[in-house]
């Protein structure tokens, strides 16, 4: 078998045929035989055989796996674009099915590589999600803690399509707004904690660090814990604080009062009383306008007990003292109600009650402090019928000044003030007419106030029924004297008249005889003009004073001389008669 080969003289190399004939010019040299030569020539041609099937077998190795690398890029190309939700291969890269298969891998790669980037962003963007949202939930949970850090969460690379990634960030944007919900919730409970604790004058950190140690404010907003557990204690917390801002008013507000009182009983000064303004002023004050820090802290309520507690032992050393003052205030009242009342026996027991062994201050106070109160509601209850008396009163006194200057017989004269006298009369003769009405609407109401307490109304300690009756029957007889006078002045008249007939001229008139008065209760009970005095007489008998704090006259006005000007009557008279 001959091997054409020759030297190419353009490449300057040693070709096969060269080498061949080489080699037949040293078998002719050494003389080998033709069959020698030919056994060499096949095996050397056998070896070459043996060469190109290595490289043909090799290059078809190489094909096959440059067919399978573009059938596993065309594989992986269709994974990805699924995997990302992506288009369809044919829409994504050319068609290039018909080149050659590294134009084909080529032709492939660059998208491969470009799918391949844009996986792993989007498994980045899931993971960062994923990572976010398994942190809010343990924080939410209280799984975990505010600063920890968890592990980046596994990613399912089967879906890495913007479908799901959307719904991850949805979910991620709904726990967001919840622990930016829950977040802005513990600001409000903390900021609530922090007004109970300086009004309650607490501790704010070192009670709010015991729900969490993430409450303090050194830590940021976003650092703070938002666990549902955070939240229930921290709610908690402050309905206690609450609680306990509600007791600690109610203490101070009774302390309060306490030391009002006592110091009216004692008629502290200004200057102790400033000392406690701190108390006093959140006397009357609702839970939620005390806000002032410290005011209900436990130093101030400790503070206010023990003064409570020394003006406590101070006032029993005054009892005596105050309890008077307590019997004053209760004979004030009576005697603006013009209730009669043994005050020395009521004294005389205040002295025993204090000099016996089983003398209680507090009870003492509190049984004069009862009294007090029933005499104030006894004092209501009689304030209607008093009025009506007192404008009886009135009524009457004017009747009796009108009576005074009827018999005047320079009441027309023209005398400096008698224009006065004239308004007043007028007005005296209309609340004189009202007379009648005033007493008979106060015999009713007296019944019915009588009826309703199941006792008798007394004035000053005479029975008003009585002094009402009285009056009528002293007015029904000066009615009958005037009746009587009128007619003896008729007759009078008639008799001049006559003595004019006989002895022609006219008789100096008989000075006609004054009218008879009314009599009044003086000291022993009559009556002056009609005025019902009858409480003076009690008065001066029981030792009660004539005159009552409210500026009531117990006194009877005395008659009016000539001409007399009286304007403060002019202007009580006006007063009744628009009554």
Same mark, same amino acid.
């Given at each position: 078998?001959?091997?054409?080969?020759?030297?190419?003289?353009?490449?300057?190399?040693?070709?096969?045929?060269?080498?061949?004939?080489?080699?037949?010019? #040293?078998?002719?040299?050494?003389?080998?035989?033709?069959?020698?030569?030919?056994?060499?020539?096949?095996?050397?041609? !056998?070896?070459?055989?043996?060469?190109?099937?290595?490289?043909?077998?090799?290059?078809?190795?190489?094909?096959?796996?440059?067919?399978? !690398?573009?059938?596993? *890029?065309?594989?992986?190309?269709?994974?990805?674009?699924? *995997?990302?939700?992506?288009?369809?291969?044919?829409?994504?890269?050319?068609?290039?099915?018909? @080149?050659?298969?590294?134009?084909?891998?080529?032709?492939?790669?660059? /998208?491969?590589? !470009?799918?391949?980037?844009?996986?792993?962003?989007?498994?980045?963007?899931?993971?960062?999600?994923?990572?976010?949202? !398994?942190?809010?939930?343990?924080? #939410?949970?209280?799984?975990?803690?505010?600063?920890?850090?968890?592990?980046?969460?596994?990613?399912?690379?089967?879906?890495?399509?913007?479908?799901?990634?959307?719904?991850?960030?949805?979910?991620?944007?709904?726990?967001?707004?919840?622990?930016?919900?829950?977040?802005?919730?513990?600001?409000?409970?903390?900021?609530?904690?922090?007004?109970?604790?300086?009004?309650?004058?607490?501790?704010?950190?070192?009670?709010?660090?015991?729900?969490?140690?993430?409450?303090?404010?050194?830590?940021?907003?976003?650092?703070?814990?938002?666990?549902?557990?955070?939240?229930?204690?921290?709610?908690?917390?402050?309905?206690?604080?609450?609680?306990?801002?509600?007791?600690?008013?109610?203490?101070?507000? $009774?302390?309060?009062?306490?030391?009002?009182?006592?110091?009216?009983?004692?008629?502290?000064?200004?200057?102790?009383?400033?000392? /406690?303004?701190?108390?006093?002023? %959140?006397?009357?004050?609702?839970?939620?306008?005390?806000?002032?820090?410290? $005011?209900?802290?436990?130093?101030?309520?400790?503070?206010?007990?023990?003064?409570?507690?020394?003006?406590?032992?101070?006032?029993?050393?005054?009892?005596?003292? #105050?309890?008077?003052?307590?019997?004053?205030?209760?004979?004030?009242?009576?005697?603006?109600?013009?209730?009669?009342?043994?005050?020395?026996?009521?004294?005389?027991?205040?002295?025993?009650?204090?000099?016996?062994?089983?003398?209680?201050?507090?009870?003492?106070?509190?049984?004069?402090? %009862?009294?007090?109160?029933?005499?104030?509601?006894?004092?209501?209850?009689?304030?209607?019928?008093?009025?009506?008396?007192?404008?009886?009163?009135?009524?009457?006194?004017?009747?009796?000044?009108?009576?005074?200057?009827?018999?005047?017989?320079?009441?027309? *004269?023209?005398?400096?003030?008698?224009?006065?006298?004239?308004?007043?009369?007028?007005?005296?003769?209309?609340?004189?007419?009202?007379?009648?009405?005033?007493?008979?609407?106060?015999?009713?109401?007296?019944?019915?106030?009588?009826?309703?307490? %199941?006792?008798?109304?007394?004035?000053?300690?005479?029975?008003?029924?009585?002094?009402?009756?009285?009056?009528?029957?002293?007015?029904?007889?000066?009615?009958?004297?005037?009746?009587?006078?009128?007619?003896?002045?008729?007759?009078?008249?008639?008799?001049? $008249?006559?003595?004019?007939?006989? /002895?022609?001229?006219?008789?100096?008139?008989?000075?006609?005889?004054?009218?008879?008065?009314?009599? @009044?209760?003086?000291?022993?009970?009559?009556?002056?003009?009609?005025?019902?005095?009858?409480?003076?007489?009690?008065?001066?008998? %029981? @030792?009660?004073?004539?005159?009552?704090?409210?500026?009531?006259?117990?006194?009877?006005?005395?008659?009016?001389?000539?001409?007399?000007?009286?304007?403060?009557?002019?202007?009580?008279? *006006?007063?009744?008669?628009?009554?």
């Amino acid at each position: 078998m001959g091997v054409a080969g020759h030297n190419d003289p353009l490449l300057g190399e040693t070709t096969c045929g060269s080498l061949l004939q080489e080699l037949q010019l #040293i078998w002719d040299e050494v003389g080998e035989s033709d069959d020698d030569r030919d056994k060499m020539l096949l095996q050397l041609e !056998q070896e070459c055989l043996d060469v190109y099937r290595r490289k043909v077998d090799q290059a078809s190795s190489s094909r096959a796996r440059l067919l399978q !690398q573009l059938a596993n *890029s065309k594989s992986e190309l269709t994974r990805l674009l699924s *995997s990302l939700g992506e288009l369809s291969i044919s829409g994504v890269i050319p068609d290039k099915t018909t @080149g050659t298969i590294k134009e084909q891998l080529a032709a492939t790669s660059p /998208f491969l590589e !470009q799918l391949c980037r844009k996986r792993e962003k989007r498994v980045k963007e899931f993971a960062d999600v994923q990572l976010q949202i !398994q942190t809010i939930r343990g924080e #939410i949970a209280g799984t975990l803690q505010v600063g920890d850090h968890l592990e980046m969460p596994h990613v399912n690379e089967d879906d890495l399509s913007m479908k799901r990634l959307n719904e991850f960030l949805f979910e991620l944007q709904a726990l967001q707004k919840e622990k930016s919900d829950r977040l802005h919730k513990i600001l409000d409970f903390v900021s609530s904690v922090h007004d109970l604790c300086s009004v309650l004058g607490m501790d704010f950190l070192a009670t709010v660090t015991e729900v969490h140690p993430s409450l303090n404010d050194s830590v940021g907003a976003h650092s703070k814990s938002v666990s549902d557990e955070t939240i229930s204690r921290l709610s908690k917390m402050v309905t206690e604080l609450k609680e306990e801002k509600v007791k600690r008013l109610g203490k101070i507000q $009774a302390l309060a009062s306490q030391l009002t009182e006592l110091w009216n009983l004692m008629d502290a000064t200004v200057e102790e009383r400033q000392l /406690f303004d701190h108390v006093t002023c %959140n006397m009357s004050s609702t839970l939620d306008r005390v806000t002032v820090p410290g $005011a209900l802290a436990l130093d101030v309520i400790e503070q206010a007990e023990l003064e409570v507690e020394r003006l406590d032992q101070l006032k029993a050393s005054r009892m005596k003292d #105050i309890a008077f003052k307590r019997q004053t205030e209760l004979e004030d009242i009576y005697a603006q109600a013009h209730i009669a009342i043994d005050t020395s026996a009521a004294r005389d027991r205040i002295l025993s009650v204090i000099d016996s062994s089983m003398f209680e201050p507090s009870e003492l106070l509190a049984d004069m402090e %009862n009294q007090i109160l029933k005499a104030k509601e006894e004092a209501s209850s009689r304030k209607d019928i008093l009025e009506k008396v007192d404008r009886w009163m009135l009524a009457c006194e004017e009747e009796s000044w009108l009576e005074d200057y009827s018999r005047d017989d320079n009441r027309y *004269s023209a005398t400096r003030g008698a224009h006065l006298n004239l308004k007043r009369a007028e007005k005296a003769r209309v609340l004189v007419n009202k007379i009648p009405a005033i007493v008979d609407m106060l015999v009713a109401k007296t019944q019915a106030w009588e009826q309703e307490h %199941n006792t008798s109304f007394t004035y000053d300690g005479v029975a008003l029924l009585a002094m009402l009756d009285e009056y009528r029957i002293l007015r029904q007889e000066k009615e009958e004297e005037k009746r009587r006078m009128r007619d003896q002045k008729k007759i009078n008249d008639q008799l001049a $008249a006559e003595q004019e007939k006989l /002895f022609g001229s006219k008789p100096s008139p008989a000075r006609p005889q004054s009218a008879k008065k009314m009599p @009044g209760p003086r000291a022993n009970g009559g009556a002056v003009n009609g005025t019902p005095n009858r409480r003076l007489s009690v008065q001066q008998q %029981n @030792g009660v004073r004539s005159a009552s704090r409210d500026g009531r006259r117990e006194s009877v006005r005395p008659s009016a001389p000539v001409n007399y000007v009286a304007i403060a009557k002019d202007d009580a008279a *006006s007063q009744a008669s628009s009554t």
